[in-house]
DNA sequence: CGATCCTTTGAAGCACCTCAACGCCGGTGG
DNA sequence: CCACCGGCGTTGAGGTGCTTCAAAGGATCG
């Protein structure tokens, strides 16, 4: 990709070069501070000032909402060159959490005219990952409001393997709670189910809780629905 | 605010001013095709090369997903004003159909370059329209994921009344299927759910089955949870 | 190694779904 | 005008998938 060309429906265009932080391609110029954050630690609350976005470099972090009697709902999970935390309001609207201890990019949220005029490129990613996050929520819809248990795991399993699998060996960033309010589960029958999964042999899970190894994709395809 | 600074998360501004300074003349508005959809009529199909997206002008659009047996997640209804079917791929994610006769402007897609210097206001206003579907993708995730159906019901009702309601008065463009397969439920759970408010007296089911009066909003706000 | 957290497993309950029937309304044609 | 019809909505009865409540097994870390 020479000149992105920013479609309106492929400006985030395949070639993930620019998005991922590869040390290559640092391109420099957008300035953001780097920061650290330790596992569980907040980003930022919902109704805080939006007064920056963030790019992830490593680790994971979670954006969630929740309701007045503590349920929690978290829209994503967050991985190394994902952009999350831009508002079009003044506030954010969700909060956001450090899985594990993360280094972040935070970028001072400033007009797109701006951003764009000094940095096409960065603008360029920028709305690419909003158009990803806007898929990844429809995405999510459909898996909320219409799939069974099994099947939202299925589909959990398949989609973190394509991001951050080697192999077939999946490595979860996360615990069994953060999975089930993704899911909307509770973590019994996330347990339940990915039990079960274990028992027709389509995954495997090792005594080390915190990782997956996916015998059977096309398994977990079919069971997708 | 008259300088309206796109920011990142204004870049919807009620004002759509200039990213860059293109010549005043150059204010060709977007040139796009009415077309008019009988009731059901689809716009496009998922899978369907995404050749155009549209903008609501009269009536209101259902889009969304299907599983393999049928199952249906309507992500959005879409008013009019409201923006649909921009994609980042080729091809059209879901699908969209009329939920009664409705006209609607399709615009050949183009790179949002070509569309940002040619109508600027133009530009932004597609990718505000895409801000709020984002937003309203979040807060439904947390609906789907997290809320009761009372409490689904109560912040459908909230919501939709914000949009077109004229006084307390909702009337709804769409059948309780429609209702159902946005909120994750059954037409039935759907149906009790209406009765049961309306038993509490806390909103009207007049004959005329396809209106709704809302009669204690502070109620349903207390239900939202 | 003890404390704690996370995960798994079991048993019982409930919210919602499924299946089924009926009522209502609008359209249609005799 | 009314009988018929089909689509949509409501209501009821029973079933079930997931949750809730409870407890025990493992892993990690001081």
Redesign the interface.
């Given at each position: 990709m020479q000149t992105a060309?920013?479609?309106?429906?492929?400006?985030?265009a395949p070639n993930a070069a620019l998005l991922r932080n590869t040390p290559a391609s640092r391109t420099t110029p957008e300035l953001g501070t780097a920061r650290t954050v330790a596992k569980d630690e907040e980003v930022f609350a919902e109704g805080d000032r939006?007064a920056y976005?963030y790019k992830v470099v490593s680790g994971a972090v979670r954006t969630f909402?929740l309701?007045?009697?503590g349920?929690?709902?978290i829209?994503a999970f967050h991985l190394p060159g994902d952009i999350f935390g831009?508002?079009?309001?003044?506030e954010h609207?969700?909060s956001a959490e450090a899985l594990g201890d993360a280094t972040i990019i935070a970028y001072r949220?400033?007009?797109?005219?701006v951003?764009?005029?000094r940095d096409q490129a960065f603008a360029?990613q920028?709305?690419?990952s909003?158009?990803?996050?806007?898929?990844r929520?429809?995405?999510?819809?459909?898996l909320?409001?219409?799939?069974h248990a099994l099947e939202k795991i299925a589909t959990f399993l398949l989609v973190l393997s394509e991001r951050l699998t080697e192999g077939s060996h999946v490595d979860l960033p996360m615990s069994r709670i953060d999975i089930a309010?993704?899911?909307?589960l509770t973590i019994e029958t996330v347990s339940r189910s990915l039990t079960q999964l274990e028992r027709q042999g389509i995954i495997e899970l090792p005594a080390h809780r915190r990782s997956i190894v996916l015998r059977d994709k096309a398994a977990l395809e079919r069971l997708e629905?």
């Open positions: 060309h920013a479609s309106l429906s492929t400006q985030i939006a976005f909402k309701l007045s009697d349920r929690r709902q829209d831009v508002e079009s309001g003044d609207r969700f949220r400033c007009s797109l005219d951003l764009a005029s360029n920028v709305i690419g909003m158009m990803r996050s806007l898929e929520a429809q995405d999510h819809m459909l909320l409001g219409r799939k309010d993704h899911l909307g629905a």
